[in-house]
């Protein structure tokens, strides 16, 4: 059984890559540590997930993964990008965050494909302070005029992914957790962990 350190605290993030991962991979996260937080100085995704992955194997002793993500608006330039969580300022909820997004995408006058917009995800993998691979996971789609949905978190209930008509908030987790961001980059980190565990 291979065990997994998620360097994050977002209650969240953790059961949605256990729930990717399955039961043949246990996955905890910093929430029950001393380990104090890592803040992202990074300028790209991959800087981040990096930054927390070594920086949390240095002090556990475990496999630990780390990940960055954002969503990135044609319209906005690529923002919020990995400003994402900070997109509304430092305490702001879920909803302050969306309002924002869509506060800024009706100043610009976004239509059409202005509206267009991607999830990507960076996943650091790393053990005792080694960097032991990156991996990148991206979901194309485009931004609601109104928030819909109340499943999921973050960014989801204004992100309609490509092919389907409801967000990311209306749709079922198996569903989303098939064809998102991280579901993309965490299944190539299982099967690096698979690697690892047979001495591939």
Do not use: W
């Amino acid at each position: 059984m291979i065990e997994l350190l998620v360097a994050t605290r977002n209650r969240h993030k953790t059961r949605e890559i256990q729930h990717i991962l399955g039961p043949e991979i246990i996955v905890r996260d910093l929430a029950d540590t001393e380990v104090p937080e890592i803040r992202e100085t990074g300028t790209s995704f991959e800087e981040n997930a990096k930054l927390k992955a070594l920086a949390a194997s240095r002090q556990l002793p475990a496999l630990v993964i780390a990940d960055d993500s954002g969503l990135e608006v044609d319209a906005l330039g690529g923002a919020p990008g990995i400003y994402s969580a900070r997109y509304a300022g430092a305490n702001a909820t879920d909803r302050d965050k969306i309002d924002k997004l869509l506060r800024e995408l009706a100043r610009v006058r976004a239509t059409g494909d202005g509206r267009r917009a991607r999830f990507r995800c960076v996943v650091a993998l790393a053990c005792n302070g080694d960097l032991l691979g990156i991996f990148e996971g991206t979901v194309e789609g485009r931004i609601t005029d109104t928030a819909r949905g109340d499943s999921g978190f973050g960014y989801d209930p204004i992100f309609v992914p490509d092919g389907f008509q409801q967000t990311f908030g209306e749709l079922p987790m198996e569903v989303k957790n098939n064809i998102s961001h991280r579901a993309k980059a965490i299944r190539a980190v299982a099967e690096k962990l698979k690697r690892l565990e047979f001495g591939g």
